[in-house]
């Protein structure tokens, strides 16, 4: 079926934050003698769209089709609709939101000023068989006739005007009087790539009602519990023309809503806003083509009898990402941290990874690329991440650049980028491949990949390092920037790693011209990192910090004769830092890795778990139910409560603490399990399930003997190691995989 190229609107005009334009409808009728045997529609919104047919809502998703740049990509939906459709007339039914296509509240980021900026379009292809195999084709034009909705005013960070005595009754059904609509107008097609959406949609999926009910502020402070993302639907016996007002925000100072954690600047103070001017009598408004990130709603205009559980219900929105993979054990503030982690990577996840739900919802790649592997190993997130990624080869700059934010009009190649933040068009490809195996992945992206590499060598300075763009960011107890690992250090390693995964990426595609450009340059970072950015007489990374130590650990900077000592150093700047960690996210992706290599399961699992400021255990001791932005103290301003790129620990505790090692050499086909037995723990046990099947993996204590149970498809190899202090009942310390029941013994 070919994509329709006919884009229609209801005018010119658009919506900025000063002057309100309603999102518009579209409807038109058409008559069928009979049935159709088939019935095949295409549709586009640019940017969201709603979907009736005969009155009958069939919208694919929340926010369909995508959020995405339409100077590069536009995405179309396709429906199957026989089922929906009737002898005589028949009624397509279209509202359209503002999405990007235009988008004033995104104005931190400019895309107030994208050039692709204007009024809400639609494209539509409607094939239907006959019976007798006759062909009818109904496409978007100007016989679509148009009215503005109820929705007076709407923007996806910013919220929704919602003016119910607008309301049309029955304007998506047969038999209505649009005689006083006007007809839709022609509009201009966009630039960008026409495609079907592949990516999972945004569903609802649960219902939450409110813990509590305060009066505050002139109106009533609703909390559900729970940092979330979604909306909520108002429910009430309205009055003609009462206003009521929802501000939505997951912080409060002194039992009262504080917002301005949530705010990028002063501009505009009114983001993450609802308001429904009601028509009289029983009614329900749920916002359209928005959604926040949220813990509370300050709700303002209610009259006290209105006051009550049942008029507000949070329905929780997130992208259909299957869970795959999961983690408990004997420690319950473990568990409430993986509980925190999958409930911040699920609020982060529409259509694509974002950086917060309620204050940029932007694809912060640094961000995306920090949690992919531990998203992998507890969601099936690799559609997503794949349509995502056509969205990143196309904001590629012609010199192979990429921006710090993804779909832009343009921001984030100035400021915002940088190696770390680069490094998502390698590391998720790398990932999702080693996880599913998905070479097609590697196929789509192998060039790109190229292409940033040879931006990359452009980049390197005399001295044979790289320093642009951000670095540890969120370092402990200070400014988002403040890093004590320097740049060029974090950028040079990052930039190493890189070009060792790109090389990986590049040999089993077998391109071997391009495998030996990326371990050539690998090999000239190295070099100069090696003579720069160590010393070996004290096995001290630059910086003499536990990201640049742990960076040079992990990531093999040091040689395998100088880790023993280099690692000695390490536990010198975590004991130097009160047993407590010193760090921002890139040393948050590897140091408790580093710790369990060598050992050190147990002072990692103190390092996330104890109360003490800073900690994991100190945001939950605070409150927490997602993971924060960073590791700030009460007296600092709050930044947003709901980030995913601290998640890694899920990682740790499922390859850690149960023990199981997918694909540990990236030859696929292999399995190890490698539990270590902290000792603050009876129990743990962690599955997920691979290509092969499912893996599971339980230890539990038994006195002084351990029980290890291991559940592994037949078609994987690999081996049962335990850590050092432990041997199976016949003495051996490593057996090959295999299912079953195992006594384990600690040496005298």
């Known amino acids: 079926m ?32 009979a049935l159709p045997v088939k019935a095949e529609l295409l549709i586009c919104g640019l940017g969201f769209y709603e979907l009736w047919i005969n009155g009958q809502k069939l919208t694919r998703g929340c926010l369909s089709p995508y959020i995405s740049n339409p100077d590069d990509l536009i995405y179309y939906d396709r429906y199957q609709l026989t089922e929906a459709l009737r002898q005589g007339e028949n009624v397509i039914g279209i509202c359209l939101g503002n999405g990007l296509q235009n988008n004033p509240g995104g104005y931190t980021w400019d895309f107030e000023k994208a050039r692709w900026r204007g009024a809400p379009a639609l494209a539509l292809r409607l094939e239907l068989t006959a019976p007798d195999g006759s062909g009818t084709l109904l496409e978007s034009g100007c016989d679509f006739r148009t009215a503005p909705s109820p929705i007076r005013f709407d923007d996806y960070r910013v919220g929704e005007i919602y003016d119910a005595r607008a309301e049309l009754e029955g304007w998506n059904l047969p038999g209505y009087d649009d005689s006083g609509w006007k007809q839709a107008v022609p509009a201009p097609m966009p630039r960008g790539e026409a495609r079907i959406c592949q990516a999972n949609p945004i569903r609802a999926w649960e219902e939450l009602a409110p813990v509590s009910i305060t009066p505050s502020e002139g109106g009533y402070l609703y909390d559900f519990g729970l940092n979330q993302t979604g909306v909520c639907r108002l429910e009430l016996q309205g009055e003609p023309g009462q206003e009521i007002t929802l501000r939505h925000g997951e ?25 429904y001017i009601c028509k009289g009598g029983r009614e329900s408004y749920t916002p359209s083509f928005t959604y926040y990130g949220f813990r509370y709603v300050l709700v303002q205009g209610l009259k006290p009898e209105q006051a009550v559980p049942s008029a507000l219900t949070y329905r929780v929105l997130h992208t259909d990402l299957p869970e795959r993979g999961g983690f408990r054990c004997s420690d319950e503030t473990v568990n409430k941290l993986q509980e925190l982690t999958r409930r911040s990577d699920l609020s982060n996840f529409m259509h694509f990874p974002t950086d917060c739900p309620q204050r940029e919802k932007n694809g912060w790649t640094a961000d995306a690329a920090l949690s992919a592997e531990h998203v992998l190993l507890n969601l099936e997130a690799e559609h997503n991440y794949k349509e995502w990624l056509r969205a990143i080869r196309k904001a590629q700059s012609p010199e192979g650049a990429l921006p710090g934010i993804v779909p832009t009009g343009g921001w984030g190649f100035e400021w915002g980028c940088g190696p770390a933040w680069d490094s998502v068009l390698t590391w998720i490809p790398y990932y999702v491949y080693l996880y599913r195996g998905d070479r097609e992945i590697l196929e789509e992206n192998a060039h790109a990949i190229l292409r940033y590499l040879d931006y990359l060598s452009t980049r390197i300075r005399p001295d044979g390092l790289v320093c642009w763009g951000l670095g540890d960011w969120c370092p402990t107890g200070r400014g988002a920037d403040h890093y004590k690992a320097p740049l060029e250090f974090t950028d040079t390693m990052c930039a190493m790693d890189i070009c060792r995964k790109a090389a990986y990426i590049f040999g089993e595609l077998g391109r071997q011209s391009q495998k030996e450009f990326a371990e050539a340059l690998f090999r000239r970072l190295y070099q100069a990192a090696r003579e720069r950015l160590i010393d070996t007489n004290t096995m001290t990374a630059l910086g003499s910090c536990q990201t640049s130590q742990a960076m040079a650990i992990a990531w093999e900077l040091f040689t395998p004769a100088e880790k023993p000592e280099a690692f000695r150093r390490l536990l010198e700047l975590i004991e130097d830092a009160d047993q407590h960690f010193d760090m921002g996210v890139l040393g948050g992706r590897v140091l408790f890795h580093v710790l369990s290599d060598f050992g050190y399961t147990d002072l990692a699992l103190k390092l996330i778990t104890q109360e003490s400021f800073p900690s994991y255990g100190n945001w939950l001791a605070r409150g927490a139910t997602t993971l924060w932005e960073d590791f700030q103290t009460d007296d600092v301003k709050v930044a947003s409560q709901n980030h995913h790129f601290w998640g890694d620990i899920s990682h740790w505790f499922l390859r850690h603490l149960s023990g199981i090692w997918y694909n540990p050499r990236g030859k696929g086909g292999e399995l190890d399990i490698r539990p270590c037995f902290a000792e603050k723990l009876t129990f743990a046990e962690g599955w997920h399930t691979a290509p092969e099947g499912r893996i599971s993996v339980r230890w539990e204590r038994e006195g002084e003997r351990l029980r290890l149970s291991v559940q592994a498809p037949e078609t994987l190899s690999g081996r049962i190691s335990l850590e050092a202090g432990f041997v199976f009942r016949d003495g051996v310390s490593v057996k090959p995989l295999a299912s079953g029941e195992y006594e384990i013994l600690p040496l005298p």
């Not at 229609?8 to 658009?14: E, P, Q, R, V």
């Open 2 to 33: 070919e994509f329709p190229i006919s884009f229609i609107s209801a005018g010119t005009d658009y919506s900025s934050l000063e002057r309100h334009i309603p999102a518009p409808y579209f409807r038109r009728s058409f008559t069928l003698e």
């Open 251 to 275: 912080h409060l100072i002194d039992g009262r809503l504080d917002r301005l954690n949530i705010l990028c600047d002063q501009k505009n103070g009114e983001n993450q806003k609802a308001v």
